[in-house]
């Protein structure tokens, strides 16, 4: 069974950091683009970061640029998501998805999702 588990999320005060892990079981992340995905309450889904399959290209929302990093290990098959400068408008659920080939989106272009780790940014 192909699956998604995100983990690491939690309660930062304003100026925080936060490591997202996306591990996937069932299939090896070689072969798959991964995106992150976040939505608040009240509001749609948002990408915010993306990798290709290789790792060598990344994407950005101009909301998080030059705050959150996307990397993957694929020995360990899995992606991460560093969340530094955190924002109290960064407060949502965080979601990985995947989709097999090489290019990574922002948009809803995935196949296989998460059920999403909570992110909250209070002091």
């Known amino acids: 069974q192909l699956q998604l588990v995100e983990s690491g999320g939690g309660l930062v005060q304003p100026g925080g950091s936060l490591r997202l892990s996306c591990a996937a079981s069932?299939?090896?992340?070689?072969?798959?683009?991964i995106g992150w995905f976040r939505q608040a309450p009240g509001k749609e889904r948002e990408g915010v970061s993306c990798i290709r399959s290789s790792g060598g290209s990344t994407g950005y929302a101009d909301s998080v640029k030059g705050r959150f990093t996307i990397s993957r290990d694929n020995a360990k098959n899995t992606v991460y998501l560093q969340m530094n400068s955190l924002k109290p408008e960064d407060t949502a659920v965080y979601y990985c998805?995947?989709?097999?080939?090489?290019?990574?989106?922002?948009?809803?272009?995935?196949?296989?999702w998460g059920q999403g780790t909570q992110v909250t940014v209070s002091s």
């Open positions: 998805a995947a989709r097999r080939g090489s290019s990574c989106f922002l948009e809803e272009l995935y196949d296989y």
């Open positions: 069932g299939f090896t992340l070689d072969y798959y683009a």
